[in-house]
Structure formats: structure tokens, C-alpha cells
């Protein structure tokens, strides 16, 4: 990475502002501008989130936000309403009054001397949600936007659930959620208001696993700023970014394809990081493919990005299996549109004698097959960070516990790109079940490397608003759609299909164990088979990554991070354990010591549907001089035949003292889950 301190325009800095909303509640904002902006308005970029603008988003800001005001914008970092040093309280994600609040931001920000009356919003994961949400509220100022690793659909494509199903991670997300909703202001920004305002946040932030755990169908609770029920509300330009790594390049083909107005897609090799910080790599040059951007949408200057075509991928090489990548070899290709005229949705046929191919002649039958439920144990993270181990590793062993079909080795190398969908026919013996399906690049010494994934609760087979429990013994034709993805399988290799019946701690198991009987006649994998284009030879190179140099701070913890698999071989147990954290540091500019550290473990017997247990653990403090705070929470998720059982508590300190202490205890129906 280059660090770039010199920049076309001075910046000035302003650390803490507040910005008076309707209600009289007062949000806080940190800014950067061309030090000339008052006398010479610039248009105006607002990142608006709840991840605390002076400590938690203060190394990532600083790469990023001086560089822009540096070329000519004022950026704004907005901390939502009850987060960071905002007022308030925040009770879920993108509720009513968060998509109101950032409308009003964006008329206060329009109307002050140093902004020309345009603004244009960014934002990746939190931030790239609320930018499409507001999008469609059409606030008048609003110009454009940059949408990363977000969704248009939070119920089908969130880290909640998939398809029909419930992720493990909706429990890794709650849980980071939980610890850092016990963060009060910081005193030196807000002065005595401190204490109240943490007391407010700490009585009412609330349970959000709960939240979450009582919605599972699709229902009013996900429509609400799920972009997709209503296309043409967004009318203004949006480009829209993700990888391949991250839990949300899906969207990003459902943008471009059902979007209206100007638009562009970008998926890399990535995780879920900013693409000029991307891992896996090759990162690029990323603010200044957004300079382009805005430069072409609020200042009117012709930066040819538009001429460019709409969708760019990169098509990734078939690699070894391993927990972490530093870079993905590969190239980028071009899409004119999506559906792209480049691609062929073509259907390989499945036989009972585990072959896979185009042709449909083959031995067909039943297949009977009950997967144990340490199926899974492979399968990384459902939104990759590129931490060490959180990447898919060797699938043999889940596939030694799945129903696999396999190609010959091929004799030309195979192009695949877009979202493969498995169609099958088949029958279960309970009145819940769920199906996954993993697309496997297997290499001559047989190693064996996940490419994409899809998973469904079959009660959901014809949506997620009104699940039906199965008929035990009937048969059902479904199809369990897989993610995007563009991936070369290289000469010599195998396509694997993996077929399985759990695939925790990816998604929770079904209430009881579930024996499914496939027909190979009536099913068949369907692979989006990519032709080269000419386009793709005539794609211009992104420019090397760089970014502002990092803030000074000083570690004085390193944190642990990492993703292990361990066996107890008395117990046949699998344990997935995560450790994932910030250590402790302090920041220079404003001498304050931070500290975040969390765990997580999955843990499962493969044949004892009593054992499934998730549980996390979060320590988040803060300390200036003789002022401290601390806090401890941890969760515990499990599961029987009828209902969800979250056992939670928080213990908060300010100094040495207990100042809040909670402790819940909740049983959720199971609603065919």
C-alpha cells in the first residue's frame, strides 16, 4: 500500500461536530474538507454508521477520508443516532427513525457554506445497507452512491438467515453487536452528558438475537428496508461492490440487473474489507475508481467511467485448499449487462453412480443418505474478513459425510460464472429437513477446494413468507440456488457436487436428524458456463492501491485472531473455536486506550442433535487518563425439538466498580427451523 500525505487541496479536520436533528436529538460527526471550502463549496460524501468515528473506525477513516477531502470533497462520518457520541438510543438495525435521521443529516449537510448542495453516500456492510435504504427514501440531495458488501433483500441474503435457514453467524454478529452497544460516549467529545447518555444505551439497547430469532420468515420485520421490494424507488446512480470471499457479492447481480437508473458492479477476490485494503488480493486502487466516480456524478467531469462496461469480475484460478490466501491468481473479466450474453446456464446431470456431466445418459436411482452433523466443520465463515482460517478449507472430510457426484477430469479448462442452482428431486423422512449443496474444484492429488455454496430449508421451497412443513415419503422437485461466483476449474481438475442434510455451524441444524432419498433421474447441477469475450482483453488496469498514511497509536496488546477445528477423540465432539479481537492500543490524537477482544465456539457430537451449542464471549474497554470503562458479555445458543433457547448477561464496569449487570434467559418457538 502507498501512503499519499500530499494532496491536490489542504485538509482541515474537524474531530467532533454535532448535527441537530427534527427531534431536537443531537448526532455526532467527524469531517474532513479542503481547508477552502467555505469560500470554494465542494460536494459533500457521508459514511454513515455505528461503529464510533473517533476509536473503533478511526484507522480505517483516516486512510480514507483525508484523501477524498484532498481531491476536492468534504466527508462527513456520521455516527448513528445512540452509537459512538450521538445521542439516543439504538434498539436494531436500519430502523425508521436511523433512515429518517440520515435523510436529515443529508439535508443539514447540503445546506452549510462549505458543501455546493450535492452529497453523494458510501458505505461497506452497515453503511452500504443504510446508503441503498436512504436511496429509495430519494432524499433531494442525494446525488449517488457507493454500496459495498450490502444486500438488497435482508431476510434471503443477510447474515441472518439463508435460504430459509438459520445462520450460526446471526449469532457471531448479535453478539459483536451485544458488546459494543455497552460503549458510552466518549467523556472528552460530550462532556458531563456522558454518564446519562451510556445509562440510556445501556437499560435499552436490548436482546437483538432475540430480535432476530423471533422473525424467522420472511415477513415485515425483513421487507422493511429490503431494497428489492420496491426497484424503482432507487432512481439516482449506484455502484455497487462485493467479493467473492464476503457474504454479499449476490447482490450485487440482483442490483444489476434490476436496477433502473445508472449503474455499475465490481466483485473482486475479496473478503469483506474495502477493495484498496482487499484480501484476498490483488487489492486495487480503489478511492481513486471512487474519485472517478463522484467526480463523474456531483462535479460533472467526464472520467469515462461510464463508458466502461457495467459489471467487472474477477475470474478466479483453480487454487489449493487452505484457511487463509494472501491473493487469488486470476484475471478480470467484463460483462456488458446481467444476465450476461456470455453466459450459458448449462445442466449437468447427476447418476446414481456418483458421475456428473453434460450428458444426460447415465445409471440413475434412489440415493438414500443422512449426513452426520459435523458436516460443516469446513466451511469457513459465511462473510469472510481474510482472518487467518476463516476461509473454506480441504472439503474431504465434510465430503466424506456427504452424497458426491463428479466429473472426469477435465479435458480443457472450464469457465463458470454467476450463480450455479442445484434442481432436485427428492423425498424426506420428517416434516423439516434442509439440503446443502457445495460446488468442489478437486485437483489431480485430490484436494478439494469449496467454489461456492447453497443452502435451503426445504420447508421454504416455495418461499420464505409461508414455509410448509414436508410430507413424510412425498417427493419434491426444489432447487437450492448456490452463490455468485467466477471461478476457471483448470485442466485436469474434477467439478465435485456435495450433497448434504446439515452443514453446521453454518446454519443450525434441523430439529431431528433427517434421512433424505434423492432421484438422480429428475435432478441436475445447472452451472452458468462463461464463454470468453472480447471485452475482457480490452479492460484497463485499476491502479495500484494508496491511501492517507494510518493514525500514530501504540499497541500494547496484540490481539488473538484465528479459526481452529479440534476432535475430542473420547466424545467423537467437533469444536470450531474463533478468536477475534482489536487487542489494546491507544490512539495518539485523541489518548485513548482501546480494548476488544471475542471468542466464539461451535461445538457438536456428530450423532447427537442435544449437543449443537454456539457461545460467544466479548471484552470491549476504554480508558483515558483516570477514566475506564469495561465490559464483559457473553451468549449461549441452543436448540430442541421446539424451540431456541438464548441464555445471555453483560456486566458493565466504570472503573472497578459494577455499574450494570443483566442477565436473560429466552425460549423462541421453532417455526419450522
Known amino acids: 500500500m502507498k501512503h499519499v500525505a500530499s494532496f491536490p487541496r489542504q485538509v482541515e479536520e474537524i474531530r467532533h461536530i454535532e448535527i441537530p436533528m427534527p427531534d431536537g436529538c443531537r448526532l455526532a460527526a467527524r469531517i474532513w474538507m479542503p481547508a477552502d471550502a467555505r469560500t470554494n463549496p465542494v460536494p459533500a460524501i457521508l459514511e454513515y454508521l455505528p461503529y464510533r468515528k473517533n476509536d473503533l473506525t478511526t484507522e480505517r477513516d483516516a486512510s480514507m477520508q483525508p484523501y477524498l477531502a484532498g481531491h476536492g470533497y468534504a466527508v462527513v462520518r456520521l455516527d448513528l443516532r445512540g452509537s459512538g457520541d450521538s445521542e439516543g438510543l439504538m434498539a436494531d438495525e436500519y430502523l425508521p427513525q436511523e433512515l429518517q435521521d440520515g435523510c436529515d443529516a443529508i439535508a443539514w449537510i447540503a445546506a452549510q457554506d462549505w458543501c455546493d448542495g450535492q452529497v453523494g453516500m458510501i458505505g461497506i456492510s452497515w453503511g452500504g445497507f443504510n446508503g441503498l435504504q436512504i436511496a429509495a427514501l430519494r432524499p433531494p440531495a442525494l446525488k449517488a452512491i457507493v454500496t459495498l458488501c450490502s444486500t438488497d433483500d435482508r431476510y434471503a441474503d443477510d447474515i441472518h438467515y439463508m435460504g430459509g435457514c438459520l445462520l450460526g453467524e446471526q449469532l457471531s454478529w448479535a453478539s459483536i453487536m451485544f458488546g459494543r452497544n455497552t460503549l458510552p460516549p466518549d467523556p472528552e467529545n460530550v462532556g458531563s452528558r456522558w454518564r446519562e447518555m451510556w445509562r440510556e444505551r445501556l437499560d435499552g439497547s436490548g436482546l437483538w438475537l432475540k430480535n432476530w430469532l423471533e422473525h424467522q420468515t420472511r415477513d415485515a420485520f425483513w421487507k422493511h428496508g429490503s431494497v428489492c421490494e420496491d426497484w424503482d424507488a432507487i432512481r439516482i446512480p449506484v455502484y455497487a461492490v462485493s467479493g467473492w470471499a464476503d457474504g454479499y457479492c449476490r447482490s450485487v447481480f440482483r442490483l444489476m440487473q434490476n436496477l433502473r437508473g445508472p449503474k455499475k458492479g465490481l466483485v473482486g477476490p475479496w473478503a469483506h474489507r474495502y477493495p ?38 474477477f475470474m478466479q484460478d483453480s487454487v489449493p485448499p487452505q484457511g487463509t490466501y494472501d491473493a487469488r491468481p486470476g484475471r478480470w473479466v467484463a460483462e456488458p449487462s446481467w444476465p450476461s450474453p456470455n453466459v450459458t446456464r448449462t445442466p449437468f446431470h447427476m447418476g446414481a453412480d456418483g458421475s456428473l456431466g453434460p450428458e444426460a445418459e447415465r445409471p440413475h436411482g434412489a440415493l438414500v443418505h443422512r449426513s452426520p452433523l459435523d458436516v460443516g466443520s469446513a466451511s469457513g465463515k459465511w462473510c469472510g474478513y481474510a482472518a487467518p482460517g476463516d476461509a473454506p478449507t480441504d472439503q474431504r472430510r465434510d465430503d466424506a459425510g456427504s452424497l458426491c457426484f463428479e466429473t472426469p477430469p477435465l479435458a480443457e479448462p472450464l469457465e463458470i460464472a454467476g450463480d450455479a442452482n442445484l434442481v432436485l428431486e427428492l423425498s424426506v423422512d420428517k416434516p423439516v429437513a434442509q439440503v446443502a449443496a457445495r460446488l468442489v474444484d478437486v485437483d489431480r492429488d485430490g484436494r478439494a477446494t469449496r467454489v461456492s455454496f447453497g443452502v435451503l430449508n426445504l420447508t421454504h421451497r416455495d418461499g420464505h413468507e409461508h414455509p410448509q412443513p414436508l410430507v413424510p415419503g412425498a417427493r419434491y422437485r426444489v432447487v437450492v440456488p448456490m452463490k455468485h461466483v467466477a471461478q476457471r476449474f483448470a485442466a485436469g481438475h474434477r467439478v465435485r457436487l456435495a450433497v448434504s442434510t446439515s452443514y453446521f455451524p453454518m446454519i443450525w441444524p434441523a430439529p431431528e436428524p433427517v434421512t433424505l432419498t434423492l432421484h438422480t433421474e429428475d435432478s441436475a447441477l445447472e452451472l452458468p458456463l462463461r464463454s470468453p469475450a472480447p471485452e475482457d482483453a480490452a479492460l484497463a488496469p485499476f491502479a495500484p492501491p494508496e491511501a492517507a498514511p494510518p493514525p500514530p497509536k501504540t499497541t500494547h496488546q496484540e490481539p488473538e485472531i484465528g479459526w481452529t477445528v479440534c476432535e475430542d477423540a473420547a466424545t467423537g465432539a467437533i469444536t470450531v473455536r474463533v478468536a477475534d479481537g482489536g487487542g489494546v492500543f491507544t490512539l495518539h490524537d485523541n489518548d485513548l486506550t482501546v480494548r476488544k477482544q471475542g471468542y466464539e465456539t461451535y461445538s457438536v457430537i456428530p450423532d447427537d442433535l442435544g449437543s449443537v451449542v454456539g457461545r460467544t464471549q466479548w471484552e470491549y474497554g476504554l480508558s483515558r487518563g483516570d477514566w475506564s470503562m469495561l465490559s464483559r458479555t457473553e451468549t449461549r445458543l441452543t436448540a430442541d425439538l421446539t424451540h431456541f433457547r438464548i441464555e445471555a448477561q453483560v456486566k458493565v464496569y466504570e472503573g472497578e466498580t459494577l455499574v450494570h449487570e443483566q442477565i436473560w434467559d429466552e425460549r423462541i418457538p421453532r417455526r419450522l427451523v
Not at 475508481?289 to 463523474?296: A, T
Open 276 to 313: 484498496h485494503l482487499g484480501a484476498p488480493g490483488p487489492a486495487i486502487g480503489f478511492l481513486q475508481e471512487e474519485l472517478r466516480w463522484w467526480d463523474h456524478w456531483l462535479k460533472g467531469r467526464d472520467t469515462g467511467i461510464m463508458d466502461e462496461p457495467m459489471l467487472r469480475l
